[in-house]
């Protein structure tokens, strides 16, 4: 039998393959949510300043944006459980590193190691997921996998908190151990193998410009913070960074059997999907690491509390989408949704950036609620709508871009938030410091970490700089939704047809 062929599967076989697409995500999801309440705990273990930070973040992200697309192209070639039960092993391993990790250099090598893990693991997933499922078992498989998705989302915050108080921020790593070694035993036993018998050799020079380009942005982006917007490094990174995203889209147009086949931006479908799943990263998913600094900061919480607070912005992701699956992708296409989860996020975020400078958690739940919704909305279906528009036989490469959207997203957002935020903390310091002797690089640098133990400068400089970005990741979801509903086509993402009796496997998952 050919290793691409569709083999239809009976009930209990597809809810296993189902966890074992969607656990892997659901670690990725918990891992990230985990370690963000406990980068405050991580900065004063290890004295680090914003920087430092920043690249226990972005180094996972970094990694993962830059591997998942060629990781996609790796599981086409050789098999995507082989893929799957390798960046499992990648992830775990890395996981048991960064516990163990001496200082903030280590910590963030071990995260660029955990990110390539990551990206092949959430490629094979969701190129097995792609392969596995087909018509309307897809999308209720997608619902299936954005819930698992929204469970890991809801539980990071809760979990980070209590494991980071009551067990030490080592810990939020270690946890992942246990759970990888699990699902390589159950991938193991569950999944037959298939691939793309189209696939051919790795897209090396696509790999390495692609690779480098995202690179060399995000280490301008936050070095500028450090060294100034005027250094001459930091200039040449950018266009450097620019040079290679050039010769990127060259070699990928002159590729037989490209990473990524540059014919399907053609599409103004799938250039929409892509544009929502961007800006939904990079608008609202940045905050999931943002926020829980704020709350331990600006508000004095404790870690366990500060994941408590995050509730009504993550239980949504996991709520949401039953809903969307069972009410609505039968009744409105996938423009509608994707536009209204884009409008929904901007609103949240909006509403957070008018009330972040009062300090008052009771007056931020609406906002935190409101953005969560159109988060769960959009979960799904956004890797939905974009995988649809690409031939199932080249699933790895679907779920590779897909996932580079998502994490590019959050690599570049994360990184240009935080200059924002850095700016406009500096802006506030300076003047609040004129004629004073103090530096104010070093405090706007302490401040914009959470240091807020200078005073009330630096609490207002940091309520600034929070209502900065708020405003900012609304504009850019707003400008997001506009440009979806003009490109993707109703017709091309017509409302799922609504079965009253669902495929015999999928209802059990629903």
């Keep these: 039998m050919h290793p691409a062929t569709h083999v239809p599967v009976d009930g209990l076989q597809r809810f296993l393959i189902l966890l074992c697409v969607s656990i892997p995500s659901f670690m990725i999801n918990l891992d990230s949510n985990i370690v963000a309440v406990s980068l405050s705990s991580i900065a004063h273990s290890f004295n680090a300043d914003f920087a430092d930070i920043e690249w226990v973040i972005s180094a996972y992200t970094l990694t993962f944006a830059s591997f998942v697309m060629p990781a996609g192209a790796l599981a086409d070639r050789f098999g995507r459980k082989r893929i799957l039960v390798i960046g499992l092993s990648l ?51 997608f619902a299936f996998w954005g819930s698992v998705i929204g469970i890991a989302i809801s539980l990071g915050p809760v979990v980070g908190g209590f494991i980071t108080q009551h067990f030490g921020w080592e810990w939020a790593f ?55 917007w005027n250094n001459s490094q930091v200039q040449l990174e950018m266009v450097g960074a620019l040079v290679l995203f050039a010769l990127f ?29 961007l800006a939904y990263a990079a608008s609202l998913l940045t905050m999931l690491s943002y926020l829980p600094i704020f709350f331990q900061s600006a508000l004095g ?12 912005l993550a239980v949504p992701l996991f709520v949401v989408p039953r809903i969307t699956a069972s009410y609505l992708t039968h009744r409105f296409s996938g423009r509608a949704l994707l536009t209204l989860g884009l409008l929904i996020i901007s609103g949240g975020l909006f509403w957070l950036g008018i009330t972040a400078p009062s300090f008052d958690y009771r007056a931020m739940v ?56 850095f700016h406009r903390v500096g802006a506030n310091v300076a003047s609040g410091l004129s004629g004073s002797l103090v530096d104010p690089l070093a405090l706007t640098r302490s401040i914009a970490a959470g240091d807020l133990s200078s005073g009330p400068l630096a609490l207002t400089s940091f309520g600034a700089g929070y209502q900065a970005i708020l405003f900012v990741a609304c504009g850019l979801a707003l400008t997001a939704a506009l440009l979806t509903w ?19 496997g999928v209802a059990t998952v629903k």
């Design 91 to 141: 992830f775990t391993l890395a996981s048991l590193i960064c516990g163990a990790a001496p200082n903030v250099a280590a910590l963030n090598a071990a995260r660029a190691l955990q990110g390539l893990g990551a990206a092949l693991l959430l490629s094979a997933a969701l190129a097995t997921l792609s392969h596995s499922f087909r018509g309307p078992q897809r999308a209720a498989a």
């Design 174 to 228: 270690y946890i992942n151990v246990p759970i990888g070694a699990a699902i390589i035993a159950l991938v193991l036993r569950t999944l037959k193998e298939s691939r793309d018998p189209q696939a051919s050799s790795i897209d090396i020079p696509g790999v390495v410009t692609f690779s480098g380009s995202l690179f060399l942005i995000t280490l301008a982006l936050i070095s500028g913070n450090r060294q100034g």
């Design 366 to 421: 609406g906002g935190l609620l409101l953005a969560g919704t159109g988060a769960g909305i959009l979960n799904g279906e956004t890797a939905k709508v974009a995988m649809s528009a690409i031939p199932p036989e080249r699933a790895g490469m679907a779920s590779g871009i897909s996932g580079t959207v998502r994490f590019s997203g959050i690599v570049v957002g994360f990184a240009t938030l935080g200059a924002i935020l």
């Design 249 to 277: 889209l060259l070699v990928e147009s002159r590729q037989q059997r490209p990473m990524m086949d540059l014919s399907i931006f053609r599409n103004p479908t799938y250039v929409g999907a892509c544009i929502a799943g």
């Design 486 to 504: 003009l490109l993707v086509r109703s017709a091309d993402t017509a409302p799922t047809v609504h079965h009253l009796q669902q495929p015999a």
């Design 301 to 312: 919480y404790s870690p366990q509390n500060a994941g408590l607070l995050m509730l009504p």
